[in-house]
């Protein structure tokens, strides 16, 4: 997955390979996942963490979270984009039933027969 890190007003350069190694491991969760632009602002007392990941043939998933430093921020982030994440693949993966056969016998056999 490609990863668009931007910082403002805070310093992000220690942890860069983390940010990408993070929401690599949000492609477990949709596979079809290609881009994530990730941006971290600094306040006062504490830094945002807002990312948008785009998903092929799919709608974006949109997420932030807030905490006192950018790890921690990122952590928030990356939790809530994976539940968004596998909930969205589950509620498109096709959740067949199982066979009739499966439930209640085949339908050819004569009931109530032994030996």
Do not use: C, W
Not at 9 to 14: A, K
Not at 21 to 36: D, H, T
């Amino acid at each position: 997955m490609r990863t668009i890190v931007t910082a403002r007003n805070t310093d992000v350069s220690g942890i860069r390979d983390v940010i990408e190694a993070r929401f690599e491991n949000l492609q477990r969760f949709e596979p079809r996942a290609s881009k994530a632009e990730v941006v971290f602002t600094g306040e006062k007392t504490q830094v945002r963490a807002a990312a948008v990941v785009s998903i092929d043939r799919g709608r974006p998933v949109h997420g932030e979270a807030a905490g006192p430093d950018p790890r921690t921020a990122l952590d928030r982030l990356t939790d809530k984009l994976g539940n968004q994440l596998r909930r969205n693949h589950d509620r498109y993966h096709q959740h067949a039933a199982p066979p009739m056969e499966e439930l209640f016998g085949s339908p050819f056999e004569p009931p109530g027969e032994t030996g």
